[in-house]
C-alpha cells in the first residue's frame, strides 16, 4: 500500500536527520515538557455505511501545526489543528441527491466523487512504555477529532445518449456544502515513534479514524447514511 511505503520512507528519513542530535542527547534521554511544530502527512478517506465500505478511497494531505505536552516522561497531551479532505471516489449519488433531484435530467447520473475540504482539530493521549529510556520512544495513541467541514464539491459523471447510438460522457462540478453537517466528530487510534534531538524532534505516526457522525444533514428513506473514515500516516516536526 502507497501508505505503508511512504511510513517507511518517513520513518528512515527522520531517523537520518535527527542522528547527531539522538547521539548528544542519548544519556538524559531527551525531549522537553512542551513543543510544538508543524504536521505534513497523507490520508486515504473512504466513506463508510456501519463501518462498510460504500466508496473507493480519496487521497488528501495533512497540513497544519500541533502543540504537545509531557504529563509524564511516558505520557503526553497532543493537540492539532490541521487542514485535511474528507470524502470519497464512485459514490451512489443517491447519498448525496434525492431521486426527483434536477441533477438527475442532465442525463444518467453514473457516480459521484465527493470531497469535503475540513479545518480539523484532533486531541489525543500518547502512551508510550514507562520503563522505556532514550531519545527514541515509540507510542501508541488515542483521542478523538472534531472536524469543521468548510466546502463540500461533488464532481458528478454523466453519461446522456444524445438520442444517438454514440453516447456523450461529461463531467460536471457541483457544490453541495449544504447537503452535509458542518462539523462532524471522529475516534482516533495509532501508532508511532517519536525521536528527541536536543535542539527539536521529529515523530512519525501512523492513525486510522473512525467517523462517528452522520455526514448527511438529512437522513433520507432511500439510502443510508454514510460516514467518513481515514487510514493514513502523518510527520510532526517540533521545537
Given at each position: 500500500m502507497k501508505i505503508?511505503?511512504?511510513?517507511?520512507?518517513l520513518l528512515i528519513c527522520c531517523a537520518i536527520l535527527l542522528l547527531p542530535e539522538l547521539k548528544l542527547n542519548a544519556q538524559d534521554g531527551g525531549g522537553k515538557p512542551l513543543s510544538y511544530g508543524v504536521r505534513l502527512g497523507l490520508s486515504e478517506s473512504a466513506l463508510t455505511f456501519d463501518n462498510q465500505p460504500t466508496s473507493f478511497q480519496n487521497f488528501a494531505p495533512v497540513i497544519?501545526?500541533?502543540a504537545?505536552?509531557?504529563v509524564l516522561p511516558w505520557v503526553a497531551a497532543s493537540v492539532e489543528v490541521v487542514y485535511t479532505q474528507h470524502g470519497g471516489n464512485n459514490l451512489n449519488p443517491l447519498l448525496l441527491y434525492s431521486p426527483n433531484s434536477s441533477v438527475f435530467d442532465n442525463g444518467y447520473l453514473r457516480q459521484t466523487d465527493l470531497k469535503i475540504h475540513c479545518l480539523e482539530i484532533p486531541i489525543s493521549a500518547k502512551v508510550g512504555l514507562p520503563d522505556f529510556s532514550g531519545p527514541v520512544k515509540p507510542f501508541l495513541s488515542a483521542g478523538f477529532s472534531l472536524a469543521f467541514n468548510i466546502k463540500a464539491n461533488a464532481k458528478n459523471y454523466f453519461i446522456d445518449d444524445n438520442n444517438t447510438s454514440l453516447?456523450?460522457?461529461?463531467?460536471?462540478n457541483d457544490n453541495v456544502t449544504s447537503k452535509v453537517k458542518a462539523a462532524t466528530m471522529s475516534f482516533i487510534t495509532g501508532a508511532g515513534v517519536q525521536f528527541n534531538g536536543s535542539q527539536f524532534n521529529c515523530s512519525i505516526e501512523v492513525f486510522y479514524k473512525i467517523g462517528m457522525t452522520d455526514i448527511n444533514v438529512e437522513s433520507k428513506t432511500y439510502a443510508p447514511d454514510f460516514r467518513a473514515n481515514a487510514f493514513g500516516v502523518k510527520v510532526g516536526i517540533g521545537l
Open positions: 505503508i511505503k511512504l511510513t517507511n520512507t497544519g501545526g500541533f504537545q505536552y509531557s453516447p456523450y460522457y461529461y463531467t460536471a
